[in-house]
Nanobody
Framework: VQLVESGGGLVQAGGSLRLSCAVS????????MGWFRQAPEKEREFVAV????????RYADSVTDRFTISRDNAKNTVDLQMNSLKPEDTAIYYC?????????????????WGKGTLVTVSS
């Protein structure tokens, strides 16, 4: 199983970016697809998650109403549309997959991780 992120880059505050995660191989038992991020000198944190089958979503409070996660089952991709970006959104963004998103569990319960894509928001 491979998860490959794309779409990162440099954007000014208030701008938008769209990240995409391509899933190849059989992500057996991967019912949840999520985005996580890690800022410099900070721990990795949850951003958003979507159920691969039913499409229900969950967001971190810090990105609610600004970010939207979506999936395309036919294309095997999961996207993260990021609007109204702030400098504090600067981080490496990781795509992940697993049975369930579980806060507090090692790696949030996600079994598969991409290598990440860098998002930099300038003020």
């Amino acid at each position: 199983v491979q998860l490959v992120e794309s779409g990162g880059g440099l954007v000014q505050a208030g701008g938008s970016l769209r990240l995409s995660c391509a899933v190849s191989g059989r992500a057996f038992g991967a019912y949840a697809m999520g985005w996580f991020r890690q800022a410099p000198e900070k721990e990795r944190e949850f951003v958003a998650v979507i159920n691969w089958t039913f499409g229900n979503t969950r967001y971190a409070d810090s990105v609610t109403d600004r970010f939207t996660i979506s999936r395309d089952n036919a294309k095997n991709t999961v996207d993260l549309q990021m609007n109204s970006l702030k400098p504090e959104d600067t981080a490496i963004y990781y795509c992940a997959a697993g049975p369930y998103y579980t806060p507090g569990l090692y790696n949030y319960g996600m079994n598969y991780w991409g290598k990440g894509t860098l998002v930099t928001v300038s003020s």
